[in-house]
């Protein structure tokens, strides 16, 4: 089974500044990652995904990530941010294997909270 | 855009009543899903439905059921509401396994259940 961790529940920032959210993955297999954001009182959207490829990978909003297969990781940034960034971020993680279904392993989140 | 439609925004229930929150979807994905939204806890899944009338347990079954009749609404069912089922409730849609992967998944904008 594959699972996430974000290591951050809350990263303060100031408006303009850069941002980088964590996320470890743990899986023996390849796996497929995404980075969803929540905006206040409204669902999840995809912010983007890696599948395959080059290993950095360039999402909505001018956010980035970049994979890590050595180090496990799937870190989110942003090199200046901007008040209405403020949101909660989810990474999630799938296996290879679809099944009946193609399920997604979300993290715990991390609320990004910038100010002015 | 693909639109998932959850029924009510904000719902209070006592203990102890059934309880049906209902979800559609309008872009004919083959799956649709359940998840609860809880702080420090991220989105944990409690079904999901690969087909009309198919449904698997997630990884929080207990106290809910599901039912799927026609491919555009997948209901979720509290079967006798306690307060430890307060919570947000999302709804997402997916194209079939293999598909998924270039599309992610499509969510609603939940439903905050509070049940006193």
């Known amino acids: 089974a594959q699972s996430v961790t974000q290591l951050d529940s809350q990263v303060p920032v100031f408006e303009e500044a850069p941002v980088e959210l964590r996320c470890n993955y743990s899986?023996?297999?390849?796996?497929?990652l995404f980075w969803y954001v929540q905006y206040p009182n409204q669902g999840l959207q995809l912010l983007l995904k890696y599948l395959s490829g080059s290993t950095l990978v360039k999402g909505i909003n001018g956010f980035e990530a970049e994979f890590n297969k050595s180090q496990t990781s799937f870190h989110l940034r942003k090199p200046s941010v901007h008040i209405s960034d403020t949101a909660e971020y989810f990474c999630a993680v799938r296996g290879p294997n679809t099944g009946t279904a193609s399920k997604l392993t979300f993290g715990t989140g991390t609320r990004l909270q910038v100010t002015l | 855009d693909v639109k998932v439609t959850q029924s009510s925004r904000y719902l209070v229930k006592r203990t102890g009543e059934k309880v049906f929150l209902e979800c559609v979807q309008d872009?004919?994905?083959?799956?649709m899903f359940w998840y609860r939204q809880d702080p420090g806890l991220g989105l944990r899944l409690i079904y999901f439905?690969?087909?009309?009338?198919?449904?698997e347990k997630g990884d929080i079954p207990e106290g809910y059921s599901v039912s799927r009749e026609k491919k555009e609404r997948f209901s979720l069912i509290l079967e006798s509401a306690s307060t430890n089922q307060t919570s947000m409730y999302l709804c997402?849609?997916?194209?079939?396994?293999?598909?998924?992967?270039?599309?992610?998944?499509?969510f609603g904008s939940g439903t905050r259940l509070t049940v006193v």
């Open positions: 872009m004919d994905h083959e799956n």
């Open positions: 439905s690969y087909d009309v009338k198919m449904k």
């Open positions: 899986s023996s297999v390849s796996v497929y």
């Open positions: 997402a849609s997916s194209l079939g396994p293999g598909q998924v992967l270039n599309y992610g998944y499509t």
